[in-house]
């Protein structure tokens, strides 16, 4: 398996607060992402980086932000979470700008 | 506006059954995967198809890439419990777009014994 690691897998949260999700990669590739899957939606692309300090939004941004301050970490942050980013947070990676992904376990998060 | 129609949302079908699994567009598309995912897990890559035409297969399941590289299918022969699962079609759009996969909402098969 790809080595790739999301923390945490589970989390439970109140409207208002911060979270952080971390995504962390032994793979050495340059590209990762974030994506939310929600029943209806299919998985959707929030933020996605093409190497350290260089990120971009994708069609889910607003409400998140993302740091990628070495090759390895991607974090994605929920600056004051509502009800409605309740959903499954995967990470992924691909090397060069290839479109073949793979994909953390994800990290299941509740606002409630 | 979904970009890409997966259909049917729904598949349940007895061992043994044969499926077909659908995922359509109206726009072109540089190259197109399919994924299955597990319960509590993420997709895991299948197959990636790049020429319009292509057909490629897996052991019993079989990816064809539409002519117009607007539309894909997955065919599945004697299904198995095994193959139960979410099916999900992901596609690219160009250099621009490269690395940014749009994903269809997914079909659900099971298969029971």
């Known amino acids: 398996d790809a080595g790739i690691t999301q923390s945490p897998r589970h989390k439970v949260t109140e409207t208002g607060t911060p979270v952080t999700l971390r995504c962390h990669q032994t793979?050495?590739?340059?590209?990762m992402y974030w994506y939310r899957q929600d029943p209806g939606h299919g998985l959707r692309l929030i933020h996605y980086s093409y190497g350290v300090k260089d990120t971009d939004k994708g069609e889910v941004s607003d409400g998140y932000s993302v740091s990628r301050s070495k090759t390895e970490d991607f974090l994605l942050t929920l600056e004051s979470a509502t009800s409605s980013q309740t959903s499954v947070y995967f990470c992924?990676?691909?090397?060069?700008?290839?479109?073949?992904?793979?994909f953390g376990a994800g990290s299941r998060l509740t606002v409630l | 506006t979904q970009l890409l129609e997966q259909s049917p949302q729904f598949l349940s079908i007895q061992e043994g059954e044969n499926l077909t699994v659908y995922c359509n567009s109206s726009s072109v598309f540089s190259s197109l995967q399919w994924y299955r995912q597990e319960p509590g897990e993420g997709p895991v890559l299948l197959v990636t198809?790049?020429?319009?035409?292509e057909v490629k297969k897996l052991k019993r399941l079989t990816f064809q890439f539409g002519d117009a590289r607007k539309d894909s299918s997955l065919h599945i022969t004697a299904a198995q419990p095994g193959d139960t699962g979410l099916y999900l079609c992901?596609?690219?759009?160009?250099?621009?777009?490269?690395?940014?996969?749009?994903f269809g909402d997914g079909t659900t098969l099971t298969v029971k014994p």
């Open positions: 198809v790049v020429t319009g035409g």
């Open positions: 793979e050495n590739h340059r590209y």
């Open positions: 992901a596609g690219e759009r160009g250099y621009t777009n490269a690395g940014k996969s749009t």
């Open positions: 992924a990676i691909s090397d060069v700008r290839a479109n073949v992904l793979t």
